[in-house]
């Protein structure tokens, strides 16, 4: 920042371009399309679906809006915008609007061009304070968005004709910038015709001012599907003048859906602890998302969030480390039982299309058995657990639950030695050598998949279950 100009004679004789902030973000996303770099980073799953279309846009100069079901990541695409910014850009040093020094808009910044001339004072703005927000509600007003008169100001002698009074709302204060609205729907009516010259003349006016403000800035909203007939609407004028309509989904793929998990799951960190989540453990929760949204028993214009899966995948290893804090152990790794965990996670992020009081818990048991039934089926082959069955046909029990130690559940392969094979088959895509807990958790995993395969009995009492043959 020290070398940077600091008044406007030297940021001229630095040969400064000043450009408008469309132009700005297609330079610089060309730059990335020629690179192959990301447009945005530590979004997964839109590689060739949202993001061409997010590259075309940006290529256009077009303003966007995003429609998607609740956590689909359009508030993070939105905020990643400003990674395409500038990384500073020169401003008349005072300004509330960002005034470019080489055409200033404002009265201030007029005026301290007009007195100083090329000694007028110029700052720095990072591209991070480049970004304003704002999220609909039904009671923001023209006054939040556009401006107001400010009755201090008038106070201290002004009159109200003079353009000083004007109190700058959140849309000339983002000038040269990227101006987002989270629920666009939600905005009343007759705010959003507030918004129509924003978009398309690319002007504001406050009041009865004779003023004409013209704004340099991308507007970017997201907005619900639903929300057009549940809460509200985007009037059509308002519509008409958004360049570009993306259409955002949830992850196609369980895979992506894991590779999300593991990116946002906040794992708890214990001084002595190791937390190590197994990958079939991750694979079920992310099966149960997308089972989920496929269930006709679910409101599926509601959506069903990644924010599901990653907050069930804390809530199992908060599970676990409950019962291994209990047991006195050094390493956390959850199990099939701590799957029960998911009720308290799962009861807000989904809407079942029941009106049964109770219904939904077994709705959401039968989701989740079927989620650990198909993953069980994808790793573990008949060839592979029919031996399993078959010691248990001669009289074999096996117990699981809360307060197994690890070496008790791992104590099941020495007394089943056929169990190693399918074990083998769950933890062949770790890394590294499998630990006992491990171990214990992929025997459990084995066992429940073997019961949902209808080929072993199950009786569960007390947070204890057993296993026996049918």
């Given at each position: 920042m020290a070398e940077k100009p600091v008044t406007l004679g030297e940021l001229r004789k630095t040969g400064w371009v000043s450009r408008p902030v469309k132009e700005e973000l297609r330079l610089n996303a060309i730059a990335k399309v020629r690179s192959s770099e990301p447009m945005v980073t530590e979004v997964l799953g839109y590689e060739n679906t949202v993001m061409p279309q997010l590259e075309t846009a940006?290529?256009?100069?077009?303003?966007?809006?995003?429609?998607g079901e609740r956590g689909q990541a359009k508030t993070r695409i939105i905020r990643s915008?400003?990674?395409?910014?500038?990384?500073?850009?020169?401003?008349?040093?005072?300004s509330e609007i960002n005034d470019d020094p080489y055409a200033p808009v404002s009265r201030h910044a007029r005026d301290l061009v007009e007195a100083e001339g090329e000694n007028t004072p110029i700052q720095w703005v990072h591209r991070d304070q480049r970004f304003g927000e704002k999220l609909a509600t039904p009671d923001t007003s023209i006054a939040d968005l556009?401006?107001?008169?400010?009755?201090?100001?008038?106070?201290?002698?002004?009159?109200?004709?003079?353009?000083?009074?004007?109190?700058?709302?959140?849309?000339?204060?983002?000038?040269?910038?990227?101006?987002?609205?989270?629920?666009?729907?939600?905005?009343?009516?007759?705010?959003?015709?507030?918004?129509l010259n924003v978009l398309e003349e690319r002007d504001i006016q406050v009041r009865g001012y004779k003023i004409r403000l013209?704004?340099?800035?991308?507007?970017?909203?997201?907005?619900?599907?639903?929300?057009?007939?549940?809460?509200?609407?985007?009037?059509?004028?308002?519509?008409?003048r958004f360049g570009s309509q993306i259409r955002t989904h949830y992850p196609l793929e369980v895979?992506?859906?894991?590779?999300?998990?593991?990116q946002e799951a906040i794992v708890p960190s214990v001084d002595g602890l190791d937390v190590v989540i197994?990958?079939?453990?991750?694979?079920?929760?992310?099966?149960?998302?997308?089972?989920?949204?496929?269930?006709?028993?679910?409101?599926?214009?509601?959506?069903?969030?990644?924010?599901?899966?990653?907050?069930?995948?804390?809530?199992?290893?908060?599970?676990a480390l409950r019962r291994s804090l209990r047991l006195e152990e050094t390493t956390i790794v959850p199990r099939v039982g701590d799957l029960s965990a998911?009720?308290?996670?799962?009861?807000?992020?989904?809407?079942?299309?029941?009106?049964?009081?109770?219904?939904?818990a077994e709705l959401l048991d039968h989701l989740v058995s079927s989620a650990v039934h198909g993953v069980f089926r994808e790793l573990v082959p008949a060839e592979l657990y029919a031996p399993v069955v078959d010691a248990f046909e001669e009289g074999v029990v096996a117990k699981t639950g809360d307060d197994i130690t690890v070496d008790a559940a791992q104590m099941l392969v020495s007394e089943i030695p056929a169990l190693s094979?399918?074990?083998?088959?769950?933890?062949?895509?770790?890394?590294?050598?499998?630990?006992?807990?491990?171990?214990?958790?992929?025997?459990?995993?084995?066992?429940?998949?073997?019961?949902?395969?209808?080929?072993?009995?199950?009786?569960?009492?007390?947070?204890?279950?057993?296993?026996?043959?049918?």
């Amino acid at each position: 920042m020290a070398e940077k100009p600091v008044t406007l004679g030297e940021l001229r004789k630095t040969g400064w371009v000043s450009r408008p902030v469309k132009e700005e973000l297609r330079l610089n996303a060309i730059a990335k399309v020629r690179s192959s770099e990301p447009m945005v980073t530590e979004v997964l799953g839109y590689e060739n679906t949202v993001m061409p279309q997010l590259e075309t846009a940006l290529l256009a100069g077009h303003d966007i809006i995003f429609l998607g079901e609740r956590g689909q990541a359009k508030t993070r695409i939105i905020r990643s915008l400003t990674g395409l910014l500038d990384e500073w850009m020169p401003i008349v040093a005072g300004s509330e609007i960002n005034d470019d020094p080489y055409a200033p808009v404002s009265r201030h910044a007029r005026d301290l061009v007009e007195a100083e001339g090329e000694n007028t004072p110029i700052q720095w703005v990072h591209r991070d304070q480049r970004f304003g927000e704002k999220l609909a509600t039904p009671d923001t007003s023209i006054a939040d968005l556009i401006g107001e008169v400010d009755p201090i100001k008038v106070a201290e002698g002004r009159y109200l004709s003079d353009e000083l009074t004007l109190h700058y709302g959140l849309v000339p204060r983002t000038n040269r910038g990227i101006f987002a609205i989270n629920e666009l729907p939600d905005l009343a009516e007759r705010i959003q015709v507030g918004l129509l010259n924003v978009l398309e003349e690319r002007d504001i006016q406050v009041r009865g001012y004779k003023i004409r403000l013209p704004l340099d800035l991308m507007l970017v909203a997201s907005a619900n599907p639903e929300d057009y007939t549940n809460r509200g609407r985007i009037i059509t004028p308002l519509k008409d003048r958004f360049g570009s309509q993306i259409r955002t989904h949830y992850p196609l793929e369980v895979d992506v859906e894991m590779d999300i998990i593991e990116q946002e799951a906040i794992v708890p960190s214990v001084d002595g602890l190791d937390v190590v989540i197994p990958n079939f453990m991750v694979e079920i929760i992310a099966t149960l998302s997308h089972l989920a949204r496929q269930s006709s028993q679910v409101n599926q214009s509601s959506g069903v969030s990644v924010r599901m899966s990653v907050s069930n995948t804390e809530a199992v290893v908060a599970s676990a480390l409950r019962r291994s804090l209990r047991l006195e152990e050094t390493t956390i790794v959850p199990r099939v039982g701590d799957l029960s965990a998911l009720v308290a996670t799962t009861a807000g992020k989904i809407e079942f299309e029941t009106l049964e009081e109770g219904h939904e818990a077994e709705l959401l048991d039968h989701l989740v058995s079927s989620a650990v039934h198909g993953v069980f089926r994808e790793l573990v082959p008949a060839e592979l657990y029919a031996p399993v069955v078959d010691a248990f046909e001669e009289g074999v029990v096996a117990k699981t639950g809360d307060d197994i130690t690890v070496d008790a559940a791992q104590m099941l392969v020495s007394e089943i030695p056929a169990l190693s094979a399918p074990v083998q088959a769950v933890l062949g895509d770790e890394e590294g050598e499998p630990s006992a807990a491990m171990v214990a958790s992929a025997v459990e995993f084995v066992l429940e998949g073997l019961h949902l395969a209808k080929r072993l009995n199950k009786e569960s009492s007390g947070g204890r279950t057993q296993y026996h043959s049918r």
